[in-house]
T-cell receptor
């Protein structure tokens, strides 16, 4: 099995930078996803990391350290529309089905 | 990018009736599709994995006779909630798996909000 931990809720100011952490414990790691989910909507794909390091995609970046079982999602130049839940999901080796964390609810205020 | 549609987006039904939800991959073929259920303020819970041309694989605790899954083509999977009860009211989300290179990425449909009266 695997445990995935994310903070439940975070708040940040419009225009600022926020980092959402995700730690996981797994018997065999085979990739980590970040998804964004607005209230009442389905998740949308943000990033996929399988190797260590930082992947940058516009205002969003995702980092992975496999040895530490740790990832973070970095959001820059925050906008009000970034208020959403951010889900970390891990794929175990030998499986193609991701296990989702509980998600981090991000609230961006003016 | 990969697009997944889901229909209907919202359904209200009486207790005891059956509801069918369709999930389609619009611009790619998906051998594998997944069905999730999400209760308010909770994470996604995988219900079953749907494989084209074969029986679905259900997660522990999910009744296969209550939640019927059919994956008849590479672009369509259906979930039928049979004899629905109020406790089945939830947000049902499908996803389709696209393989690109060595990466399998799930793309989610917009979800179906089911309310059983």
């Amino acid at each position: 099995g695997q445990n995935i931990d994310q903070p439940t809720e975070m708040t940040a100011t419009e225009g600022a930078i926020v980092q959402i952490n995700c730690t996981y414990q797994t018997s065999g790691f085979n990739g980590l996803f970040w998804y964004q989910q607005h209230a009442g909507e389905a998740p949308t794909f943000l990033s996929y990391n399988v190797l260590d390091g930082l992947e940058e995609k516009g205002r969003f970046s995702s980092f992975l350290s496999r040895s530490k079982g740790y990832s973070y999602l970095l959001l820059k130049e925050l906008q009000m529309k970034d208020s959403a839940s951010y889900l970390c999901a891990v794929i175990n080796r030998g499986s193609y089905i991701p296990t989702f964390g509980r998600g981090t609810s991000l609230i961006v205020h003016p | 990018g990969a697009v997944v549609s889901q229909h209907p987006s919202r359904v209200i039904c009486k207790s005891g009736t059956s509801v069918k939800i369709e999930c389609r991959s619009l611009d790619f073929q998906a051998t594998t599709m997944f069905w999730y259920r999400q209760f308010p303020k909770q994470s996604l819970m995988l219900m079953a994995t749907s494989n084209e041309g074969s029986k679905a694989t259900y997660e522990q605790g999910v009744e296969k006779d209550k939640f019927l899954i059919n994956h008849a083509s590479l672009t369509l999977s259906t979930l039928t909630v049979t004899s629905a009860h109020p406790e089945d009211s939830s947000f049902y989300i499908c996803s389709a798996e696209e393989t690109s290179g060595n990466t399998d990425t799930q793309y989610f449909g917009p979800g179906t909000r089911l309310t059983v009266l």
